[in-house]
């Protein structure tokens, strides 16, 4: 799944990839701070539940891609987002 952060001003929208950390491989596993990968993670989110996480999705502190303020990390490090895009911006 790809994500990326936007902003919209008057020069009109940013959008930008959010960025893994350097050695990250396609299939890591994405998860809170401070929690663990899970071991029986769904390969695919559908629906409602899809619906309640992509609305919680956010730019962070240190232009980190959180979940309700908390970062989203994998076992490399934290997911970022590049600088242009504020904090508080979405996440689609």
């Known amino acids: 799944?790809?994500?990326?952060?936007?902003?919209?001003?008057?020069?009109?929208?940013?959008?930008?990839?959010?960025?893994?950390?350097?050695?990250?491989?396609?299939?890591?596993?994405?998860?809170?701070?401070?929690?663990?990968?899970?071991?029986?993670?769904?390969?695919?989110?559908?629906g409602e539940v899809w619906k309640g996480v992509a609305s919680a999705l956010s730019v962070t502190k240190g232009h980190k891609a959180g979940v309700a303020g908390l970062p989203l990390v994998t076992g490399k490090g934290a997911v970022t987002v590049p600088e242009e895009i504020p904090e508080g911006a979405g996440i689609r």
């Open 1 to 46: 799944m790809l994500l990326a952060a936007d902003r919209e001003d008057a020069s009109g929208r940013i959008v930008r990839m959010l960025e893994p950390p350097p050695g990250s491989q396609p299939g890591d596993q994405v998860f809170l701070e401070g929690g663990t990968p899970s071991t029986d993670a769904p390969k695919q989110v559908k």
